[in-house]
């Protein structure tokens, strides 16, 4: 078993107050977890209103199938942001 995980840093230039990036990235969570089933949270930089961090987490059977969630998690945090994705680090952990 296998658990991939990956971290997205989103810049958000247009938003001026935490509470208006706090609205973007819950939309953005509830989304994800929604649709991938996957374990997403604010990881970091949560103090900056212009730079959101998504951690996200899921288990996979093989290797595969762990890149494959990634790239689906990525493409659709993509779509669906209107923020710009400065940032993306990818790992796959044997356990």
Known sequence: ??????????HLPW?????????????LIAKLCNKFN????E????????IAVIGVA???GDAAMADSV????LNFAEENTEGEIIGVEREVISI
């Open 1 to 10: 078993m296998l658990i991939a995980t990956v971290k997205i840093k989103i």
């Open 15 to 27: 938003v001026h107050s935490l509470k208006e990036k706090r609205m973007v990235v819950k939309s």
């Open 38 to 41: 996957v374990s997403v949270a």
């Open 43 to 50: 990881v970091d930089e949560q103090d900056i209103h212009q």
């Open 58 to 60: 899921g288990l996979a």
């Open 70 to 73: 990634i790239d689906h998690v």
